[in-house]
Nanobody
């Protein structure tokens, strides 16, 4: 059974940084494509970033390019999202997800397992 557990969310001021972690179990992590999504109140869930199985291929939403970095530690079965220069509009619940296929998907339906989410709140 696949299990994804996010951590690292919290409340920070605009301009600050946070690192989210997602610990995975019940899957062959070193062949898994992983992604981070977020959902703000009243908005649809949107992709933030995705990373290939080996960690060398990445995808970023335009809104976070240059500010967020996704990484994957296959030895620890963990995927990270380093977030810097945070803005109030980054406030959302952030979800970790495993992709159905071995491609960097940007749509929710391309992911089949999800974590419970972690709240990120950026104050102005």
């Amino acid at each position: 059974q696949v299990h994804l557990v996010e951590s690292g969310g919290g409340l920070v001021q605009a301009g600050g940084s946070l690192r989210l972690s997602c610990a995975a179990s019940g899957l062959t992590f070193n062949i898994a494509v992983m992604g981070w999504f977020r959902q703000a109140p009243g908005k649809e869930r949107e992709v933030v970033a995705a990373i290939g199985a080996g960690g060398s291929s990445t995808y970023y939403a335009d809104s976070v390019k240059g500010r967020f970095t996704i990484s994957k530690d296959n030895a620890k079965n963990t995927v990270y999202l380093q977030m810097s220069s945070l803005k109030p509009e980054d406030t959302a619940i952030y979800y970790c997800a495993k992709a159905r296929y071995r491609t960097l998907g940007s749509r929710s339906y391309e992911y089949d397992y999800w974590g419970q989410g972690t709240q990120v709140t950026i104050s102005s």
